[in-house]
């Protein structure tokens, strides 16, 4: 019996007593999945079943996620509202999925700030900062009674720690389970929890892993330790590094190696067939999978990273070598988990790892079902490991040396000046030290503020009631507490005085506030500077040639900057800089002082700073968030560049994956906030193409987005039942979505327009070298158009569409291939030079953009 048949009976018959419900799911762990509840497993449902809360802090491997699912079934039997919390919207949607699986999708919905389904279902699916946002701004936080809040040690980031408090703090009518597998002394927040709920908090704590790790520390390289865990058959291994550069470079140093057999070769080849790898870094991984050896990071593109899991899942990868995180959501059998290095970058300083940290890294080794023990393996730093090697040699040599002389020691390396060191003696005392206490993270914002005030008709004491408590009985020391109190009561004031608050009395006397304005729904969540790019959007001048562009640039300051972008810009507008100002001669103390005023392109930045500050005067809570000014997708789009071109111009090829994850956020923000009315053609044409150019690369992101804002529980399911089927991802056809291909098109042959005016022969080279049409044959070919002509130009009217004549007769078509003639703008309008060519369609399509033939430059009609 499923548990959505159970439920249906409890509705019919009315609701069980609690130890029936219990025993009811108890029966049913065992009929589905075959298992008996762990006895962890077993406290923690019962603490649910009797009422109360639940601080689960156990290992990883013991099974949290049936502790979640027996809550939310105890909640429904029971006819309560009950809600799931995950740190990021994929593991939300995730669970969404499973829960819709075991309970029915009329119970189930999901709030990603993305997009709401079923929002008003019993069971819940969303972020803490949803959850957070929610309570603040419903006294019943929506009628919900339970809170099952996974990763619980979220609660200590500095970012977000504030919205896995805020629930805690004003739901006071909820039962709570708290998950995690690092939590630390959890005494005083389950006696705050029973305070709070006036419930009953059990913690569940201490229990043994059932796949027990043994840890150990070697001086030794990590491809000997590799080599050491291959012969004695403790792989998979997965070697964590605290940078994604290092993993790559780790992973092919380790491709020296025998990883697997002949056989074992064979069979990746077969599990890969078809898999499209690209050119670059697809390439690097093509050779390294094939050895047996995976790369996993965040900055991998989602269809490599997802090769590299089911490769893994199918026992195919021996060793992979990742970051710190593991992958997340990477779901895969790891036997051994070597740590390179016991120290980490915080993003200020190198410093040791956390307990916290550590335990969550070691904590992947050994898996239930597949493991009987786990591994962690630390190694010791290049220097002592050089030095370890010196002392052997030096020892062998006096063992063997002759006539007594003893032999010198051998002289001991230094760690580097200013480099944090760890030993032996640091692994031993991070293994028995438990997680750090977990630390208050709570912020004041306008966004909270004025979430308070616009409960409704609020009486003053009651918003002042509850800003105390979010203040004075946080979990924050006292001195801090009252710097959250003078910062709340400076962003009341600034909202009355720009009109945004309004206080009145009521016909007996009581003191009433009021906003002006209407909170948007998650204004504080979802792109909250949409508003604003709206408003900036009608500064613009529809008629201007730059309009597409210009309304491109005010979306892309309201995103999150890719850092890994910026930072490649900027390198190559100082490099750029400085040949300049040495070819101008100018002295090096000067030109110091003006490369520091270079940096990454920040188009319309002028007009943006000054529209936000008047934008802020009404609408206050705006200043909880820094406009952004930056240009990628401008840039891509001036430079006539495709996802390669940009990849390769700033030499991202290690983060491609985050330019990726980039590009489908702009092309989702500019889709759904740029109203249909201030859509010009051009813009139309310039979104259609970075919508497809985003599929063509991958399309996992932007499908993951509609399949949120369009959930179809059956297909996902069957995406499920076929995860471990490793096939080439879909081809999606480039020439299906024409409009967007002809964009490309004209970005293709522009590139080479622009390269032509600026005499890059090199570019060119680059682009149509390798199919006839070189350095040499370029160079000849315009030397002839440049005795006409001072210039080709390359303004908004060179990019006009009307410059550009396809052929796609049936006859051509045919053979295969479009022809193209792409006509210069000459200087005096005459129009009479032009790039002749063909495009391949079978290559456009294996390619997944324009394959261009350029087979002549020249005048027309010769």
Known sequence: MTLATLLDRYASQGAPEADEAFADFEEWVWEEKGLRLYPAQEEAILGITLGGNVILATPTGTGKSLVALGAHFIALAEGRSTVYTAPIKALVSEKFFDLVDVFGADRVGMVTGDTSINPDAPILCCTAEILANLAIRDRTAGGITQVVMDEFHYYAEPDRGWAWQVPLLLMGQAQFLLMSATLGDVTELGEDLTRRTGRETSLVTGVERPVPLEFSYAVAPAHEVVEELLEERRTPAYLVHFNQSHAVEQAQALASIRIVDREGRTEIADAIGDFRFSTGFGQTLSRLVRSGIGVHHAGMLPRYRRLVEQLAQRGLLRVICGTDTLGVGINVPIRTVVITALTKFDGEKMRRLSAREFHQIAGR?????????????ALAPEYEIENAKSAAKAAAKAAGGKGGKKAKPAKKKSPPQGFVAWNEATLDKIVASPPEPLVSRMRVTHSMVLGVIGRGEEREGEALETMRTLVFDSHEPRAVQYQHARTAIEIFRTLRRGGIVEVHEDARGQRLLRLTVEL?????????????????????????????????SIIEATLEDPRAILRAQEHRARGEAVAAMKAEGIEYEERMELLEEVTYPQPLKELLDEAFQEYVREVPWARDYALKPKSVVRDMIERAFGFRDLVSFYQLGRSEGGVLRYLSDAYRAIERTVPEQ??????DELIEWLGELVRQVDSSLIDEWEELAHPDPEKHREVAENAAAIAPPPARSVLGNERAFLVMLRNALFRRVQAAAFERYGELAELDGAHGFGEQRWRDALAGYYTEYDEIRVDADARSAALLELDRSAESVAAGVWRFRQVLLDPEGDRDWAITGTIDLAESEAEGEPAVRVERVGPLGE
């Open 520 to 552: 948007q729904a998650n204004f504080a969540l979802n792109q909250p500077l949409s508003p604003f790019a709206l408003a900036a959007i009608e500064l613009l001048d529809p008629e201007s040639p730059s309009y597409p562009l210009d309304v491109i």
């Open 678 to 683: 201030a859509k010009s053609p051009e813009l």
């Open 365 to 377: 080794a050994g898996r239930a079902g597949f493991d009987t023990e786990g591994d962690v393996i």
